[in-house]
């Protein structure tokens, strides 16, 4: 798997190590395992305990593969004797009716860990698709596509994975990751300024970001030192005056849109000229990818 080289994204970026990585996806891989199974799989005891079989798994539809550590890790984790052979790779974009992997092993162990390991390989590979369908709209500008904490719970580091391997890039992993100043804590800090100020005084070494919801606050913000801000629900119109106010300012800032944009208007909103733009729809808004395990009993 490639995700130490190829996939990357920043919210990982305490997960230098394969050995971090591995321990991350084996504990996500344990809770759903038990989870599910509890004290037994009380159905497949209706199958020889001996019985091997033979299974493949089918995608049904479009999709980008992202999981595939996860899907391994559920048949390990119930029965290391299983194998499995991929014959796709981890950001393989797939067709309908296409095989991802064969396996063979006790029919058992298959059933057990079956419905986990499609859970992970289908709720993944959703997020990827979904990442990869924004970058792709998006192609031919210099904006990127950022995810947000938008997040299935307790799947947060898998989903922001699973965005880097569609292509996309990652926000703040998390409240302790990063400073984003909204409407509340600039009413209660007083103003712009300062709650700049105090964001600065931090020295925290983490990045700050502030949001803004029209030109006025975007010219303090610039005003005040702002490196990084937020564009909130901001028309194409004001999207094109924003970018020519931060070029024009003293110090320009990272402009990021965000809020009320679509596979429709992404495209658009990109030749505005802003920096990024964050979709919560690519962890939240996703339909699992159809895929199906077929086991077929050895004769």
Not at 40 to 48: R, W, Y
Not at 118 to 145: E, H, M, P, R
Not at 214 to 232: K, M, R, V, Y
């Amino acid at each position: 798997m490639k995700q130490n080289n190829e996939y990357h994204p920043i919210g990982l970026k305490n997960l230098n190590a394969q050995t971090d990585f591995n321990l991350m996806v084996q504990s996500q891989v344990k809770s759903a395992l038990a989870e599910d199974i509890g004290s037994g799989d009380l159905t497949a005891l209706l199958v020889p305990d001996r019985q091997t079989a033979k299974a493949k798994v089918i995608v049904r539809e479009h999709a980008v593969i992202c999981g595939i550590d996860w899907f391994n890790e559920c048949f390990k984790q119930v029965d290391a004797n299983v194998k499995i052979d991929w014959l796709v790779t981890e950001g393989e974009r797939v067709q309908p009716n296409q095989t991802l992997c064969n396996m063979t092993g006790l029919a058992r162990s298959l059933l057990t860990s079956e419905r986990c390991a499609l859970n992970f390989l289908q709720t993944l590979s959703a997020t990827a698709t979904k990442s990869a369908k924004y970058v792709d709209a998006i192609a031919g500008t210099s904006a990127k596509i950022l995810d947000t904490r938008k997040t299935i719970p307790n799947l947060r580091l898998a989903q922001k994975y699973a965005v880097t391997v569609g292509g996309g890039h990652n926000q703040r992993l998390a409240l302790y990751d990063g400073i984003l100043i909204k409407e509340n804590h600039i009413a209660a800090a007083g103003s712009i300024s300062k709650v700049m100020q105090q964001a600065f005084a931090l020295n925290c070494d983490k990045s700050i970001q502030i949001e803004v919801e029209n030109l006025q606050q975007l010219q303090e913000a610039l005003e005040a030192g702002a490196t990084s801000i937020l564009l909130d629900n901001f028309s194409l119109d004001l999207l094109h005056e924003a970018v020519r106010l931060n070029n024009s300012a003293v110090k320009k800032a990272i402009l990021e849109a965000s809020g009320g944009i679509t596979l429709n208007n992404v495209h658009e909103v990109a030749k505005t000229g802003v920096d990024r733009i964050s979709i919560g729809a690519i962890t939240k808004d996703i339909n699992a990818i159809d895929l199906s395990m077929q086991i077929i009993p050895n004769t």
